[in-house]
């Protein structure tokens, strides 16, 4: 982050603690007051997640291999053998 001074102003240094007993509750009590914000916060964690799967995908890939990243799609682009590893297969009778 000491490199990269524009993303550092921008990262919080302490993140919100849940009110209740966890972020479960947390969640729940949000809804019932009609809070939008709560202590696990969406924006970040999606971001999170989707940094760490790009990770993983990246592990599938293989040594050399560069990953486009199609974000508003959540698909990779240019190594379509990679997309089996962005959805459950369902049994019969189940979907997504």
Same mark, same amino acid.
């Given at each position: 982050? !000491?490199?990269? +001074?524009?993303?550092?102003?921008?990262? +919080?240094?302490?993140?919100? #603690?849940?009110?209740?007993?966890?972020?479960?509750?947390?969640? @729940?009590? $949000?809804?019932?007051?009609? #809070?939008?914000?709560? *202590? $696990?916060?969406?924006?970040?964690?999606?971001?999170?997640? !989707?940094?760490?799967? @790009?990770?993983?995908? *990246?592990?599938?890939?293989?040594?050399?291999?560069?990953?486009?990243?199609?974000?508003?799609?959540?698909?990779? $682009?240019?190594?379509?053998? @990679?997309?089996?590893?962005?959805? #459950?297969?369902? #049994?019969?009778?189940?979907? *997504?």
């Amino acid at each position: 982050l !000491e490199k990269m +001074p524009e993303v550092q102003s921008k990262v +919080p240094r302490t993140l919100t #603690r849940p009110k209740g007993e966890n972020v479960m509750t947390d969640l @729940l009590e $949000a809804v019932r007051e009609g #809070r939008k914000e709560t *202590a $696990a916060s969406f924006d970040y964690g999606a971001r999170l997640t !989707e940094f760490t799967l @790009l990770g993983n995908l *990246a592990q599938h890939a293989g040594v050399g291999k560069k990953i486009e990243w199609d974000g508003p799609n959540m698909k990779v $682009a240019n190594l379509k053998e @990679l997309n089996q590893w962005l959805k #459950r297969l369902y #049994r019969k009778g189940w979907t *997504a």
